[in-house]
């Protein structure tokens, strides 16, 4: 690029000034060419005058010296003939009486004008005079080719003259430019230094002219402009940090919805959740149709967008869309999300635990005042069993019976509230979780083998343990072990019990092929009382959710109408604490 810049220049500047001396000189010596050329036709047209005035003031002189016309005639031309041998001829009327008839073209006549005439052709030169004292035509004849042989040879010094000042031209060209040139050369290397980024170099150039000015104008702005490329960098980078370590994802816009920038935060959520559908709409599609939304001049749009998986899991992405103003014109988006799954899942957890203290509480004292009442109805039937058990038969007898059986089912009902109200206080410590869920599933084997369900253990990583309450953790899994097998079909039923580590600790998934639950009944399933089962309580996943929440774990639970039903229990890894 450098080469291409200094021949451009170069050019610019000794192509003119060649242009215009060449031209200049080839004018001039054209000019001189034909003004000399036109001089010496001139010069030998009146050089042919001469003679033909000499020629004929001597055939006057010697009209009187003979006595008859012929003798005249012979004696003139024989005198003339002897002065001009080649270059005269003399026609009387249309009679050649001297000289050599050859040397004129063809078809050549003469008209007797006043004066002498002149002819040109392409050899000769012709001058013609009528003289009417003996009624002959003087012609004088000069050959064109040894005239401008001559000519040529005196003009070759014109032209060397031209050469050596085209030379001499030539050397002042080159020097004028490479003068000229130099310090643009200088300047155009230090602007291609300073576009490719180095900004620590000067221009040395030593002048007191313009060029001199323009040096040190530019020394002065390229230190301006490191001090404020510098800045920019920082502040740039500054910006890219802040950027990077934002936990949002940033993703920014133009008006046409094509994307500018993106920070590592939003590409991970994206790819995240790559496989995370609305209906059939992605993430960034999503975000898409937000921006496009009407909106007022100065209104922030934001939101809380909810997907789902194929394997039915949910996730939340809160989103704020805010324009990219210069002015008053709107130059694009900025679009600010970030994943709330967690959060949503935790705040599901305190919202649940609240609702399960307040239940807690109140199903105390619930509890208390019902149970002292039905003990006393019990003690009363069973002393009127014991009065009227004779007279007692039948209908009647089922009946009594039947009242009995209630107030077992409500005395049962009472203590599950009592246990459920207790304070479940854990007393964790390190188990093994192979040993521990082979004494379980010994506890579920036989309701295992009256269904014929079929049972199966995966342990991925061995050798696991988990830190957690003994007693708690067996009635954690036996409820749950208990609700699978009472969901799945009698011969069809596969309960897939699998174990494997996590970052966080150990994970055990619980996956039955039953009926499943509905999406509106799995936000309720751990509340209390709420059961799917025609003679169950809704205290069962309750305690279990406590249990849990007590051994600084997490239960998850994730079905499909259809499909089954999975739940995923999270423990602390064993030795922790």
């Not at 033909?52 to 010296?65: A, G, T, Y």
């Not at 600010?336 to 004292?365: M, N, P, Y």
Request: proline letters at 2%; a negative charge.
């Amino acid at each position: 690029m450098p080469v291409r810049s200094k021949m451009t220049i170069e050019n610019k500047i000794a192509i003119p000034f060649l242009t215009l001396f060449v031209v200049s000189l080839s004018v001039v010596l054209l000019t001189s060419f034909k003004f000399d050329h036109d001089y010496v036709m001139q010069s030998q047209f009146r050089q042919m005058d001469k003679q033909i005035e000499e020629i004929e003031v001597s055939i006057n002189l010697d009209l009187h010296k003979y006595s008859d016309e012929q003798s005249f005639e012979e004696g003139v031309t024989e005198r003339l003939r002897y002065i001009y041998p080649n270059e005269l001829l003399i026609y009387k009327g249309d009679v050649l009486i001297m000289g050599d008839s050859h040397r004129m073209p063809q078809a050549m006549t003469f008209h007797a004008e006043v004066g002498t005439a002149h002819l040109s052709t392409e050899q000769l030169l012709i001058a013609h005079k009528y003289v009417a004292t003996t009624g002959w035509m003087l012609v004088v004849v000069a050959d064109k080719s040894e005239l401008m042989s001559y000519f040529y040879e005196s003009y070759k010094y014109n032209i060397l003259i031209g050469i050596i000042f085209l030379t001499l031209a030539l050397q002042i060209t080159i020097w004028v430019s490479a003068n000229i040139t130099k310090p643009i050369r200088i300047l155009s290397k230090f602007c291609d230094g300073i576009a490719g980024g180095d900004y620590n170099r000067k221009i040395e150039l030593d002048r007191a002219d313009e060029f001199g000015k323009l040096s040190d104008a530019l020394n002065q702005m390229v230190e301006e402009v490191d001090r404020s490329m510098q800045e920019l960098i920082y502040v740039k980078n500054y910006n890219q940090d802040i950027l990077n370590n934002i936990e949002n994802g940033i993703i920014t816009y133009d008006l046409k919805l094509a994307e500018i920038s993106k920070n590592p935060f939003a590409e991970a959520i994206i790819k995240a959740r790559q496989s995370y559908r609305f209906e059939a709409y992605t993430l960034e599609t999503l975000l898409k149709a937000h921006i496009l939304e009407p909106q007022s001049v100065d209104e922030n749009r934001f939101g809380l967008i909810k997907l789902v998986s194929e394997t039915g899991d949910l996730c939340y992405i809160d989103f704020n869309i805010s324009q990219i103003r210069a002015g008053e014109t709107v130059s694009g988006y900025i679009c600010s999300f970030r994943d709330v799954t967690e959060q949503k899942k935790i705040e599901g957890q305190i919202q649940r635990l609240e609702r399960l203290a307040s239940t807690g509480r109140l199903a105390a004292g619930v509890a208390h005042e019902i149970r002292n009442p039905l003990a006393g109805m019990k003690a009363g039937l069973q002393v009127l069993n014991k009065r009227f058990k004779r007279e007692l038969s039948g209908n009647n007898e089922k009946l009594f019976l039947s009242l009995l059986h209630e107030i077992d089912r409500i005395n049962k009902l009472t203590v599950d509230l009592l246990d459920y109200a207790k304070r479940m206080k854990s007393k964790p410590e390190r188990l093994i979780v192979e040993d521990k869920l082979s004494e379980i599933l010994m506890l579920v084997s036989g309701e295992v083998k009256r269904k014929c369900v079929k049972l199966r253990v995966e342990i991925k990583t061995k050798n696991l343990s988990v830190f957690a309450d003994s007693a708690q953790f067996s009635q954690i899994m036996l409820n749950i072990l208990k609700n699978s097998i009472e969901a799945v079909e009698s011969e069809r039923g596969v309960i897939q019990i699998d174990i494997n580590s996590s970052e966080y600790g150990v994970i055990i998934a619980i996956r039955d092929n039953g009926e499943g639950i509905d999406e509106a009944s799995l936000d309720k399933i751990f509340d209390p009382f709420y059961t799917t089962k025609p003679e169950g309580t809704g205290l069962g996943l309750s305690i279990v959710h406590e249990l849990v929440a007590e051994n600084e774990g997490r239960i998850e639970m994730i079905s499909k109408i259809g499909e089954g039903t999975t739940v995923q229990i999270q423990f602390r890894t064993g030795g922790e604490l």
